[in-house]
């Protein structure tokens, strides 16, 4: 009788034990996954779109998922961090690097600057103040015509090579693009992990668990979420620079209302509260944009019937109903 339980319980921990393996080494794991990801993509523009949607899809995560706030105003910090790097690059001949700082740096601050507003309201309060702040950013954009070319955006943003310790790389050659792109999604992903797992990390889903016990313990609950909006913020800033990178543009269309629902979308399809979750998200949103808009100009339709079908059998989403399954 031993014997045989011994069996039955011997793939429960090693489920387990490969579980927790996993999670202590996420960062790693999911870095490798990104370094061959472009090698099983049919086209590599897709590949880095994913990407960097993905990117914008963990800055949301970390506030939507990790603390429990739903806010519909993302596009701002994606489009602030886009804008930036791009007027430092148009404006003011900035090199790249600097520019890509300015675009983290913007993102930010614009955080700062609407979690200062928003952070104190609760639930769709927060939402909706988070989704009316965003429409102001993107106002204030569109009419700073001198700065970020209005309706028809900014433009002329040509980097051609990219020079890291002395070494130049061919930015236009896609594969080199994706590679150099993959590497700041790295050190944000190991970023995002020593975040998640510092006592801040807890005390992030302490929050998000029970507010009103995480007070008594004696933690700010609202400079907790200050925080956290503004790490979130550099996130999508940095996500939002390496979009104006790739793609030589930022159009207007970045800061609209329809750039922060697309994330949410991914942030549920991939699986909230999880560290490669908004990665799958982004890669079921765009797969399934690119192949249905080739049938049909009503692709939205079919991606929102799938969307509310996942949403369904998925309450998790995707990768969070594979983990659930591997660990339940």
Not at 177 to 195: E, G, H, T
Not at 206 to 219: D, F, L
Not at 280 to 296: P, Y
């Amino acid at each position: 009788m031993n014997e045989l339980s011994q069996t039955l319980t011997q793939p429960v921990v090693a489920s387990a034990a490969w579980f927790e393996f996993a999670k202590r080494h996420r960062a790693f794991l999911a870095s490798t996954v990104v370094l061959v990801f472009p090698l099983v993509m049919p086209f590599t523009a897709l590949a880095v779109n994913i990407l960097i949607y993905g990117l914008y899809a963990v800055g949301f995560n970390l506030l939507f998922g990790y603390l429990g706030l739903l806010s519909f105003g993302h596009a701002a910090l994606f489009g602030t961090g886009a804008y930036l790097c791009g007027i430092a690059i148009v404006h003011f001949a900035w090199p790249w690097y600097a520019a890509t700082a300015m675009g983290i740096l913007g993102g930010a601050v614009m955080a700062a600057g609407i979690g200062a507003l928003a952070i104190r309201t609760r639930g769709i309060y927060f939402a909706m103040v988070t989704m009316a702040l965003s429409q102001c950013v993107f106002y204030l954009f569109y009419q700073a015509i001198n700065w970020t070319g209005g309706e028809n955006g900014l433009r002329g943003i040509n980097v051609r090579t990219i020079d890291i310790f002395g070494l130049q790389f061919d930015f236009i050659n896609p594969l080199t693009r994706y590679y150099v792109i993959a590497a700041f999604v790295i050190l944000a992903l190991f970023a995002l992990s020593r975040i998640l797992a510092s006592p801040f990390g807890a005390v992030i889903e302490a929050v998000r668990e029970n507010e009103a016990r995480a007070r008594a313990s004696g933690y700010n609950v609202t400079l907790t979420r200050l925080i956290t909006f503004i790490l979130s913020g550099a996130f999508c800033g940095l996500a939002g620079a390496l979009m104006a990178l790739h793609l030589s543009v930022v159009p207007i269309e970045i800061l609209h209302i329809e750039t922060s629902g697309m994330v949410v979308m991914m942030s549920l399809l991939g699986g909230m509260g999880t560290f490669f979750g908004p990665f799958v998200g982004a890669a079921v949103f765009l797969l399934l944009e690119n192949l249905v808009s080739l049938w049909t100009v009503h692709w939205q339709l079919i991606v929102g019937a799938v969307f509310v079908i996942c949403v369904l059998f998925f309450p998790a989403g995707i990768w969070g109903t594979i983990l659930k399954r591997i660990n339940p």
